[in-house]
């Protein structure tokens, strides 16, 4: 404004206009002057032609003074009329930019309290879907939960921000208590039990078909959450889908899979967590990659375990899991520590061409069957030299030069039976 103000200000003031009455003053003092000097020259001289032209030029120039005054008079009008108009134009343009300026901040107050209240509608829209979404959930009717679980997850889809909060409210309801309706176990399961089923499988649905990224379309791509942790401990998962799906962690501690089982090839950038679980079907993991390391203790695998080309990027713990079935680690690469201390394996287990690069330890493992007399239970393992690891009575490691993968580093060793086994490892 200060600004401004100098601009309309700036323009030098023009000196005060001579008047008529100071002009007519001016002019009569010049004839009297003309007149002064030009009588006694006349009087001296005569009304020769000399003393005449002598006195007609005092009279002009006389008249040319007052000529002067005039054009003075006129030269400073006209400058005070350009200053004034100067003036003006820029009073007119301090007025305009501050009318402009004014116009400004009122279309961005406005913008401001419309952009305002529109969050808060949104927000006001957001609340009362997601408050209707969770009280469709506590219905006692199936298809209003239903509606519930698809209402919420409308609402993650389309508000980023409320992802992780309805992802945290889906696993709440998976963790409810929840007894699955087997098929030919008396009393018959009732039909809200049935129907109960039905809308579980379908909030696990919404989490695997979020939570996995898609490759084969933009589309998929747009449906995909990322980094969100799951907490589904104590869960009761029913024919649970993971496959191919990417989450920053998972807690499934404690909990049961009923039926079968599919986490293959996805991804835990963070611990994940199966501790206590129970596997009533096939439990399948292969090709999933474990970041920052995985937790299987005292786990129940009631049938067959498939974790071939597993990737362990962190420790890897199973101890005291019980493998009821068979269980596949073929080409499965720990990179960290494995600990199978405790852990009882009742069916075959097979390790062939897996990769352990840390400490490994299978203190008090138990085989079904003599480990040294399964050939193939390790055979093409190739394992780091560790002083501290322990590995199942018959085998043994032995310096090789074959690498697991290339630039590996060296130092590798291959298990081997112990009664075939060259230059053991001390």
Request: charged residues 25%; hydrophobic residues 40%.
């Amino acid at each position: 404004m200060a600004d401004d103000q100098s601009e309309v200000t700036s323009p030098a003031a023009p000196g005060k206009v001579l008047t008529n009455r100071m002009i007519a003053w001016c002019a009569a003092a010049l004839v009297l002057v003309a007149a002064g000097l030009g009588w006694p020259l006349l009087a001296v001289y005569g009304l020769g032609l000399e003393a005449i032209r002598t006195v007609g030029t005092i009279v002009l120039g006389a008249g040319g003074a007052v000529g002067l005054l005039l054009a003075a008079r006129r030269q400073q009008t006209a400058e005070q009329d350009l200053v004034e108009k100067r003036r003006d134009l820029a009073h007119k343009e301090h007025v305009q930019r501050h009318t402009e300026a004014v116009a400004a901040d009122n279309l961005a107050h406005q913008q401001r309290i419309a952009a305002t209240t529109e969050a808060d509608a949104a927000e006001r829209r957001i609340t009362e879907l997601y408050a209707k979404s969770v009280e469709q959930l506590g219905s006692d009717k199936a298809p209003v939960r239903l509606g519930g679980l698809y209402a919420l997850e409308r609402l993650a889809q389309n508000t980023r921000s409320q992802r992780p909060t309805v992802v945290n409210v889906l696993c709440a309801y998976l963790r409810m208590p929840f007894e699955p309706a087997t098929e030919g176990d008396p009393p018959k399961p009732s039909p809200d039990q049935v129907q109960e089923q039905h809308v579980r499988i379908t909030a696990q649905r919404i989490l695997a078909q979020h939570l996995a990224p898609g490759t084969d379309s933009r589309s998929d791509a747009d449906t995909f959450w990322p980094d969100i942790d799951l907490d589904l401990v104590g869960a009761t998962l029913i024919d649970f889908r993971f496959a191919r799906c990417r989450v920053r962690s998972a807690r499934f501690t404690g909990a049961t899979f009923d039926g079968d089982a599919d986490l293959g090839a996805t991804v835990f950038l963070d611990r994940a967590e199966f501790d206590r679980a129970t596997f009533t079907g096939s439990a399948r993991f292969s090709d999933a990659i474990f970041a920052e390391g995985a937790r299987f203790r005292t786990a129940q695998f009631l049938s067959a375990a498939r974790f071939r080309g597993t990737t362990f990027g962190g420790d890897a713990r199973f101890t005291r899991t019980r493998f009821h079935d068979h269980v596949w680690f073929g080409n499965a690469v720990f990179r960290a520590d494995a600990g199978f201390t405790d852990t009882h394996f009742e069916q075959e287990v097979r390790f062939d061409d897996a990769v352990f690069a840390g400490t490994t330890t299978f203190h008090a493992a138990a085989f079904a069957r003599p480990a040294h007399r399964l050939r193939k239970t390790f055979r093409g393992v190739r394992v780091r030299a560790a002083s501290l690891s322990h590995w199942p009575l018959g085998w043994t490691a032995s310096a090789t030069t074959d690498e697991p993968w290339p630039d590996s580093g060296g130092s590798w060793h291959k298990l081997e039976p112990a009664d075939t086994a060259q230059a053991p490892v001390t």
